[in-house]
């Protein structure tokens, strides 16, 4: 079975804070990472959250900003569309594409207008009708997140992105837990399946998790895209900051998901690969004589031993051996051959 190479996004998101320098140096650490797509979020305050709403708790415990409700804090974090056009040139010299999510239908068409190839259904744009039927009318791949969601959500999401003209093929569905950080016993990686069969598309997995090895064990299990938050420093203030990975835990995590892809792109038939044949004949045991012994005498069990190197008689055809007749004397620790008995064997194997 040929596995094709899994698309690793590392969400850069708003742990930009708001600045141009630092955006560029999140590029520049996405891409020593070794990833495929960084990815931001487009938006403007005022067309994503009313002036009066509470931050998450996450949010307020990891901001310093404690009075703030969610409007002023997004103010701050919003990227300019001089900002939008500086970085994703600056992605494309450092080899990377660069991806965002947008929030609402306006923040769709800007995003299609700069040649976005792809899209992101965040999972809090799951159920916004209007945000769908914009986001399918594209004709594009769509990636799909699904924290909070539950199974009937994702089946009328996937409904409405179908019945207006993409095709199933071209939708990939994340598994995902909307809680920053996410506690390893609310991960339930295995609905990332349930999802796979239920639905019948491509499926990934949005980490939230503390940590690497999550997204690597989803993509031991299918996943074909991986999303992961990652900033310069977790101690940075911010919302998202401390349940992102840095630098070199994002490189670590790429280095193991490229693991994992060689180690399941194999035929799947259960056979010695090229790279251990060499080792049978090392790794396996002979037929040797256990003690001394005459010509004519008759071998029993007991007169036989195993021993490595592989390359004599295999311990496989011990009952073929006993009761045969030496036909010369033997010492003991001598390997066993055709020439010591009467009878020959069908097979040295």
């Not at 990815?39 to 901001?63: H, I, P, R």
Request: glycine share 8%; hydrophobic share 40%; net charge positive.
């Amino acid at each position: 079975m040929k596995q094709n190479k899994v698309i690793i996004i590392a969400e850069a998101g708003v742990n930009h804070n708001g600045s141009t320098i630092l955006a560029k140096k999140l590029i520049d650490a996405a891409a020593q990472a070794g990833v495929d797509l960084i990815k931001f979020q487009t938006f403007k305050a005022e067309k994503l959250v009313s002036k009066g709403a509470q931050k998450a708790s996450y949010q307020k415990k990891n901001t310093n900003e404690k009075e703030e409700g969610q409007f002023e804090m997004l103010k701050r974090l919003e990227l300019t569309e001089a900002q939008h056009e500086e970085l994703i040139a600056y992605a494309k010299e450092k080899g990377l594409e660069f991806f965002s999510t947008a929030f609402d239908t306006d923040g769709l068409e800007y995003l299609n207008s700069l040649g976005f190839s792809r899209f992101k259904v965040p999972s809090g744009e799951i159920t916004n009708y209007p945000y769908l039927k914009k986001i399918a009318s594209f004709k594009k791949p769509v990636i799909l997140s699904t924290g909070m969601a539950d199974m009937k959500e994702i089946k009328e999401a996937v409904d409405l992105l179908t019945s207006k003209g993409l095709p199933k093929g071209d939708i990939t569905i994340l598994h995902c837990n909307t809680e920053y950080p996410t506690p390893m016993e609310d991960v339930n990686l295995r609905a990332m399946k349930t999802i796979e069969v239920e639905m019948g598309v491509k499926i990934g997995y949005s980490d939230h998790t503390l940590g690497i090895e999550v997204p690597i064990a989803a993509v031991a299990l299918g996943a074909v895209v991986i999303e992961k938050h990652f900033t310069l420093d977790r101690s940075m203030p911010g919302p998202d900051h401390r349940a992102s990975l840095e630098p070199g835990e994002l490189k670590a995590m790429v280095a193991g998901i490229r693991n994992i892809e060689k180690a399941i792109a194999g035929n799947g038939r259960k056979e010695p690969s090229k790279s251990e044949l060499k080792n049978r004949v090392v790794g396996r045991k002979s037929l040797f004589f256990a003690h001394n012994m005459k010509k004519g005498q008759t071998i029993g069990e007991n007169d036989l031993m195993t021993l490595r190197p592989g390359d004599g008689v295999s311990p496989m055809k011990m009952k073929e051996i006993i009761g045969k007749t030496l036909l010369t004397d033997v010492m003991v620790n001598e390997k066993l051959n055709l020439s010591h008995i009467i009878h020959s064997l069908s097979s040295n194997n």
